[in-house]
């Protein structure tokens, strides 16, 4: 009902270690979230706009203008991408690790939420790389219209 506290200590965390592997990993799940909702609000964002103006045929029919604006958009898409995938190795990856530590109970209870972490890197990083195909494409079309 009210706001958890942690009281650290060697006592409790030897009491920790008793609980039964389903309480273990639900605190593991709280530490190290399995999915953030804004990643999926920030991948179908990139991936709509993408679906729209990266096309071939959207970047047939944008002027030179419209070229640098839809780079741009890549580029900040791209940014916000990068700085997504270091604060989920920055915040989440130490949690998963230092959980290790308290014992063989905790690795095993940590097991779901690592895997489910590294999942979500590799989410990350696949979009990361859908954003890159979508930039490069963008800017072949802005260095052919250059070379014409």
């Known amino acids: 009902s009210g706001a958890s506290r942690y009281y650290g200590g060697r006592a409790?965390?030897?009491?920790?270690?008793?609980?039964?592997?389903?309480?273990?990993?639900?605190?593991?799940?709280?530490?190290v979230p399995t999915v953030m909702r804004s990643n999926e609000e920030l991948m179908t964002e990139a991936r709509e706009y993408c679906a729209q103006h990266t096309t071939d045929a959207a970047l047939s029919?944008?002027?030179?203008?419209?070229?640098?604006?839809?780079?741009?958009?890549?580029?900040?898409?791209?940014?916000?991408?990068?700085?997504?995938?270091?604060?989920?190795?920055?915040?989440?990856g130490p949690v998963a690790v230092q959980l290790r530590l308290v014992s063989k109970d905790w690795r095993r209870a940590r097991e779901k939420p690592t895997n489910d972490l590294k999942a979500e890197l590799a989410r990350l990083k696949q979009h990361k790389d859908m954003l890159d195909n979508a930039s490069s494409r963008v800017l072949e079309e802005i260095d052919r219209r250059d070379d014409d």
């Open 12 to 31: 409790l965390m030897a009491r920790m270690a008793e609980l039964p592997d389903d309480a273990l990993r639900c605190i593991c799940e709280q530490l």
């Open 61 to 92: 029919a944008c002027d030179e203008e419209g070229l640098r604006e839809v780079y741009e958009e890549c580029e900040f898409l791209q940014g916000a991408m990068c700085r997504r995938i270091r604060e989920w190795k920055r915040e989440r």
